[in-house]
């Protein structure tokens, strides 16, 4: 499902496939400047034989935007436990209530592109990782797998190494018998790009820091000879896929480190004599180590110590400095992609962060046109939200169910949490799309709701946000049996954010969804 739905989207169109029911859904891109008032890097030191040095200040450090140096304006050293008061987190809501900050570790099995033999020898590593811990893990961490068909939450955040052990073992890994089929390429790209923009979209609402942590081999690379031999307006359109994933990443502060159980080691993207990029950090071929590298982590390949390197990626993710400056110049059309590099003064020392930023930006289309024909991008949020287990919380939201008539139920969010324009004096709107499904306790869908609610009020007394800042939208849905599940999603179309929950109807460990990836 996941690789039909981002077919429709971001490669159907590419590929000339016609896959799902948002073909004709795309419309013309547009494109906005915009500027960065404050560029935020995480930085991991590490010097000679690849150990973590944390005792850095920060003039210690050089930062170059297109070779030219920048003023550091605020310096952190982000080691510690994942709270000072190392408190239990068990769910992505008691992350964002206790520890909103903290940064947390997002550990992927990929079974998309991965051999049998090597997802065995993942779930080996990991495991023998895991249990090198204490109990209680450095830092909130969620365990997900993903293959062609969908995005699999096994563990939602914890710091209990039980609950991640226990998730793993529950988990029965589907036999990938595509892995070697050239016809089986597209889904492959489709499922991994969906799940990358999954994990972005779902965190972005946390602002600490994420380590994604992806074991397997990823989407397989194009190179450039073949890149050459597409139509001009498909490798534009290839690359514009790429970018806004990568942005997407960055922009929900996630950097990516992946582990190839068994591949070989790739070309090294290519540098000038000063060490920095040429262009964007694609050039001509687009592969997923480019894409790790992009958001500032590393990709490992054909090593026997896959515990090692998934500690030492954790590791990044605990043990960092967080820099930031406000760049001199941003707009220049003629270099659209912004590097950067860190520079350390040490030469023995040396600077992992994410390569750079986009200055263009495509804008979102209007949820619907004159026609009332759904966008692209609405139906491709909106399936992927639906079709997860995930909390999203760009959106901040509460559920409440109506214990005098089950079906109804209210969603409860913050109106400071969602853009409004003026409509006239004293008025503003926004607009919301929310999507209400429900399913049995096997994952199939029984009942489905959507709809484009236009929200006005009147200004408050500063004449610049509603009056009022509570927000109640208001829905039904059957939950008789046999609806186990209900999934709620609500996505900000003036800017894309989404928020999504589910309520349960039945003992949540009764169910057999293999949106939980359990047996």
Known sequence: MIARILSCFLIAAFFTATLASAQDLQSPAETLHITAPLVLLDVVVTDDKGAIVNNLSKDDFLVYENKSQQTIQSFEHQQSLSSQANLPISSTAELDRQEPNAPVSI????????????????????????????????????????????????????????????ALDHHLVEFPWHAKAASWKLPQYAAAFASLMEVAQATAGHPGHKNMIWVGRGFPAINETVMQSLPVET?????????????????????????????????????DENGFLADDPFG??????????????????????????????????????????????????????RNIRVVM????????????????????????????????????DLSIAGSSMMVYDSLPMTIERDPAAPDNFRIHIQASDIPWQSAGPQQVTSELTLLVESFDKKGKILNRSARIQHLQSKTNAAGTA?????????????????????????????????????????DRKTLSDPTFGAR
Do not use: W
């Open 466 to 506: 509603p009056q009022s800042n509570a927000l109640i939208l208001a829905t039904t849905i059957p939950t008789q049996p046999p609806a186990a599940r209900i999934r709620f999603v609500v996505r900000v179309n003036a800017n894309g954010k989404l928020g999504a929950d589910n309520v349960f109807l039945i």
């Open 107 to 166: 550990i992927v099995l990929d079974e998309i592109n991965t051999l049998f033999e090597d997802e065995a020898f993942a779930r080996y590593s990991l495991k023998k990782y895991l249990n090198t811990q204490s109990d209680t893990l450095l830092q909130p961490t969620m365990l997900v797998a993903v293959n062609l068909e969908r995005f699999m939450v096994l563990r939602d955040y914890t710091t209990s190494k039980k609950e991640i052990l226990s």
């Open 345 to 380: 003064k040490n030469p023995a020392l040396h600077a992992t962060t994410r390569e750079g930023y986009f200055t263009q930006k495509a804008a979102l289309e209007p949820a619907e046109d004159a026609k009332g024909n759904l966008s692209s991008r609405l139906v491709f």
């Open 235 to 271: 490798q534009d359109a290839i690359h514009s896929s790429i970018d806004l994933c990568t942005n997407a990443l960055r922009d929900a502060r996630v950097t990516m480190y992946t582990i190839d159980p068994a591949g070989i080691n790739p070309a090294p993207i290519p540098t």
């Open 284 to 337: 001509g071929n687009v592969d997923f180590e480019a894409m790790a590298q992009a958001t500032g982590g590393k990709s490992y390949h054909g090593r026997n110590d896959v515990d090692h390197l998934i500690d030492g990626s954790v590791q990044a993710g605990i043990d960092f400095y967080t820099l930031s400056y406000v760049p001199a110049q941003v707009n220049d059309a003629a270099k659209p992609f």
